[in-house]
T-cell receptor
């Protein structure tokens, strides 16, 4: 299995631009999570999906952030418009919960820099 | 509010030393506690603990959970430079029909030769 695949690996953009981060979870996993990691706040859960349905988006910082999961093999996290304070590493993770598989498998992350 | 607190924030040791990393938590309807190791990029899974008093072991690493006192420890014996990483503790609870994995800010371990 290729694991969780994220793209791009690095994104540098200017303030005000739209940013789209992409994630392909591990095949067969029914949960997908988006996390943001910064030095100050550590790993923060932004939103998670179960069977493609958003379950909890209380961690999404504001309306500039949106996430979709149109099918079981693809999810996007969009920031529009982006701001310098959005600079962080964004991780996508997937898991198969309910069958003793509560552990998350993380992608390699997207390093976002907003100038 | 659910929270996970790790200590110490940072630890510097020499190869061969033994270290103990701490994780305390407050979470609604606790389900499990997980330890992850993060070296450069993605965190990688180490242990999942659900029952008190049962030690999980993998080589030089071991971990145990105390559900009464709401904490867990991660022990690393005979440390090596390859153990240098950030160690993350995460707790899964269940509240309001959702089950989130909440992470602590991590303990940064540096092992010098």
């Amino acid at each position: 299995d290729a694991g969780v695949i994220q793209s791009p690996r690095h994104e540098v953009t200017e303030m005000g631009q739209e940013v789209t981060l992409r994630c392909k979870p591990i095949s067969g996993h029914d949960y997908l999570f988006w996390y943001r990691q910064t030095m100050m706040r550590g790993l923060e859960l932004l939103i998670y999906f179960n069977n493609n349905v958003p379950i909890d988006d209380s961690g999404m910082p504001e309306d500039r952030f949106s996430a979709k999961m149109p099918n079981a093999s693809f999810s996007t996290l969009k920031i529009q418009p982006s701001e310098p304070r959005d600079s962080a590493v964004y991780f996508c993770a997937s898991s198969l919960i309910g069958q003793g598989g509560e552990k998350l498998f993380f992608g390699s992350g997207t390093q976002l820099s907003v100038l | 509010e659910d929270k996970v607190v790790q200590s110490p924030l940072s630890l510097v040791v020499h190869e061969g030393d033994t270290v103990t990393l701490n994780c305390s938590y407050e979470v609604t309807n606790f389900r499990s506690l997980l330890w992850y190791k993060q070296e450069k990029k993605a965190p990688t899974f180490l242990f999942m603990l659900t029952s008190s008093g049962i030690e999980k072991k993998s080589g030089r690493l071991s971990s145990i959970l105390d559900k009464k006192e709401l904490f867990s420890i991660l022990n690393i014996t005979a440390t090596q430079t390859g153990d240098s990483a950030v160690y993350l503790c995460a707790v899964r609870g269940e509240a309001y029909n959702t089950d989130k994995l909440i992470f602590g800010t991590g303990t940064r371990l540096q092992v010098f030769p």
